[in-house]
């Protein structure tokens, strides 16, 4: 039992920190999000620190690093509310690592890694909400070849990634696939999405298609598991920063004649700002420690957190934006752009509700982090 | 970073697991699983079982005759004691006051006080609240005066909790009006025997007397019962409230409850209810939370660094969430929780409880209890007092 981090650990941070801080201002970034929001460049400088093969193994020419490294990366970048979507670089590479063949592994990993491919989960259905086998996508095989027909929604930057990781009904079982998005029978729709960022509608015709694995279910929900513990970290990073905001403004801010961090009433409302913080920062510790245990254990750990994250993250929102006061409403002022990111990520990966209802079914007799 | 506990952890932990099982009473586990009254014969036998181990003393250091445990064993020993059912340590004697003695008494007194409280035999209460001085600690005013070699005490303590058994009180008395309210306080130990002290029971909104108020009247007092030098009480108390950060979260004994919780929701028959049951999910969390909380400052004790961000966070949490547990189990029960039979609170009683279920007979007198948790050991409004010091300057 063991909170610390290594010096790796906190040398890594530092190098995030610094790029985010020099390289990611807030001009830069409201650049970004009004040129369509997502920066290819942008990308490239984070695929140039390395982390974009966090979690690639070294002999394909990644870091092979684990869910700590994700972690700390995550939470960082969460500081900057940084638009580009790397937390699927975190997930295309442990799913191509731990699941596909070696051909495909061989022909993509290496460009995951150097960031010249971006791999994107593209698994949201409308009909399907979160319910993975509810998908509607099916794929058809002649031969070793497949093609998938069916449509995916909200998919992370999905007019400019390379590829696709897409689930689809084979046979009456989910199989996880991935298509290229220049294939032929591919259409994308993107559009600006609330956080500033991008996403895309995709559309799949007849769409030639490679066979990652066939037990999709199992890769999917890993997947997402993933994702949920990069979301865990990255709302982390950006409440931590939402909060030091609201003091620094809180500090600087005078009516009646004072600092409005002087009345009562608003100090404790910082003090269950904190509270908030930490107990989303300990359950997103709780996220990345689980994320190597076995799949049910796994599961209900994730659930816990991004349950904990969703009422953090509204709460911390919420009251940034109040104690700004009017101030908080406008689109200059920074804070509202962390709002807004904490509202998008508490949707990202199963909004609260949905985890709600997953530790509920999922609870056992026994209680605590052990059990 | 690392979730799991060392090996050698472990094996600590099945040690005491072992031990406990084998020596901890079923008479008085059965009371605790089931929140029946336990009476002072219960805590005080209990006590002297760990006191023969060396163990009530168990946050001890071993020059004074402690096992010497890091945070993370105290932790481990605490959990395995509550999981299974043991009572909770009163820690009036060896949780307080003994560190306060070790640290600032003199060798007289470490020699005088610590074996009785080590073994169980000596009953401690604690002396610090008054009428007039709740969160406000300094402004306390019960007086000692100096008369050549022995102080005589006058005032009047309040909310001393298990005080009608008392038989040594450990007390912040204003020994100077002058400077600061702190500078004026000191810390002295009276003998509850001593003649002009009276000991007069509150009965709480759960029909128990679980505190007391506590008399002096012309006391005569010892000097020789002065810890550490006169007017520098209010640094010793603080010593003692920087003691023991993470038990005052008691997320063992929640984690205790919230099993015992899924037990009556599932006797009640709302278990499988979606909006009962999902109350239930969303207090899982909050334990899981806190105790990941209580883990990080553990961490942070072990490798020596500073936690004090997040240490204030776990009493407004811990106390939140065991009113949270009480509140569900009373609810689990719904109207069966209104009948007041005080005979069905006692170990058993082999009546016929309206409804049917006996074990509804506590939650209520429960659920009023633990209203006290968010408002002593400092308010929680205090509390957010100090988080927000930290947070904001």
């Known amino acids: 039992m063991d909170f610390d981090f290594t010096d790796d650990q906190e040398q890594l941070r530092d190098a995030v920190r610094k790029w985010v801080d020099k390289g990611y201002g807030f001009e830069r970034r409201r650049g970004i999000a009004k040129a369509g929001g997502f920066s290819r460049e942008a990308y490239g400088q984070i695929a140039e620190l390395g982390l974009t093969g966090l979690y690639i193994p070294e002999a394909d020419g990644g870091l092979g690093m684990g869910p700590v490294e994700g972690m700390v990366v995550m939470e960082e970048l969460g500081r900057g509310i940084v638009l580009e979507p790397f937390a699927q670089a975190l997930i295309a590479g442990a799913v191509l690592s731990g699941y596909a063949p070696a051909a495909l592994k061989a022909a993509w990993l290496p460009n995951i890694a150097s960031g010249q491919a971006l791999v994107v989960l593209a698994h949201q259905e409308r009909a399907a909400r979160y319910d993975f086998e509810k998908c509607q996508a099916t794929a058809t095989a ?58 895309a ?20 929900a890993h997947a997402v598991d993933i994702g949920i513990a990069a979301t865990c970290a990255e709302a982390v990073g950006v409440m931590d920063k939402t909060l030091s905001i609201t003091v620094e403004y809180m500090n600087t801010r005078k009516q009646f004649g004072v600092a409005i961090s002087s009345f009562q009433a608003l100090r404790h409302r910082v003090a269950d700002m904190k509270m908030q913080l930490e107990l989303a920062r300990s359950m997103s510790y709780y996220a990345s420690l689980k994320l190597n245990a076995p799949a049910d254990e796994r599961r209900r750990a994730l659930a816990r957190a991004k349950y904990q994250l969703g009422v953090s993250m509204r709460f911390v929102g919420q009251q940034a934006v109040q104690l700004h006061g009017g101030i908080g409403v406008t689109d200059e002022y920074i804070v509202s752009h962390y709002f807004k990111k904490l509202t998008q990520l508490e949707m990202t990966f199963g909004d609260t509700l949905h985890h709600l209802g997953e530790v509920s079914s999922r609870m056992q007799d026994t209680a605590g982090v052990f059990a | 970073m690392d979730l799991a506990f060392t090996p050698e952890e472990q094996a600590f932990r099945e040690e005491i697991r072992a031990w406990v099982r084998a020596n901890l009473p079923a008479d008085i586990s059965h009371k605790v699983h089931n929140a029946l009254r336990l009476t002072r014969d219960d805590m005080q036998r209990w006590a002297k079982i760990l006191g023969k181990k060396g163990w009530l003393g168990h946050g001890w250091p071993k020059e004074f005759g402690g ?50 409280i080590a073994s169980g035999e000596v009953w401690w209460s604690q002396g610090y609240s008054e009428p007039g001085s ?37 007390c912040l008395v204003r020994t100077s009006n002058e400077g600061k309210p702190q500078t004026g306080i000191s810390f002295l130990l009276v003998d509850m025997k001593s003649p002009g002290v009276t000991v007069r029971p509150i009965v709480l909104l759960d029909g128990e007397a679980e505190v007391n108020e506590v008399w002096f009247d012309n006391v005569e007092v010892p000097a020789e019962n002065l810890i550490g030098e006169e007017n520098k009480g209010w640094t010793y108390a603080k010593h003692l409230l920087s003691h023991e950060r993470t038990n005052i979260a008691d997320v063992n004994r929640a984690k205790r409850e919230l099993e015992r919780l899924k037990r009556i929701a599932k006797a009640e028959g709302v278990y499988d209810d979606p909006r009962f049951r999902d109350e239930i999910a969303k207090l899982e969390v909050d334990v899981v939370a806190l105790e990941m909380l209580v883990l990080r400052v553990l961490s942070a004790e072990k490798s020596g660094k500073n936690s004090l961000d997040i240490a204030g966070l776990l009493k407004i949490r811990g106390s939140e969430i065991q009113q949270r547990y009480s509140e569900l189990m009373m609810l689990a029960a719904g109207p069966f929780s209104l009948p007041l039979i005080e005979e069905a609170m006692e170990a058993g009683w082999q009546g016929d409880f309206p409804g049917g279920l006996a074990g509804d007979a506590p939650l209520a007198s429960t659920y009023f209890n633990l209203r006290k948790t968010t408002i002593y050991g400092g308010s929680n409004e205090v509390q957010r007092n100090i988080v927000s010091q930290v947070v904001l300057g």
């Open chain 2, 67 to 116: 096992p010497g445990w890091n945070a993370v064993q105290k932790h481990l020993f605490e959990e395995e004691c509550a999981l299974a059912g043991a009572p909770r340590v009163v820690p009036f004697g060896p949780v307080m006051v003994a560190p306060v003695i070790m640290a600032f008494g003199t060798p007289e007194q470490q020699k005088r006080f610590l074996p009785g």
């Open chain 2, 134 to 170: 709740g969160s406000d600690l300094a402004s306390v005013k019960c007086r000692a005066e100096r008369q050549g070699d022995k102080y005589i005490v006058n005032g009047q303590k309040t909310w001393t909790t298990l005080g009608q058994y008392g038989e040594w009180i450990f």
């Open chain 1, 142 to 199: 002649a031969g070793d070849a497949w093609t998938l027909d069916g449509g995916k929604s909200i998919v992370p930057a999905g007019d400019q990634a390379e590829a696709f990781i897409v689930p689809a009904m084979a046979k009456g079982k989910l199989a996880l696939f991935l298509v290229e998005r220049t294939a032929t029978g591919v259409a994308t729709r993107g559009y600006g999405t609330q956080d500033g960022g991008r996403a």
């Open chain 1, 201 to 220: 509608e995709l559309t799949l015709k007849n769409a030639p298609a490679s066979l990652l694995t066939l037990d999709g279910l199992t890769a999917l």
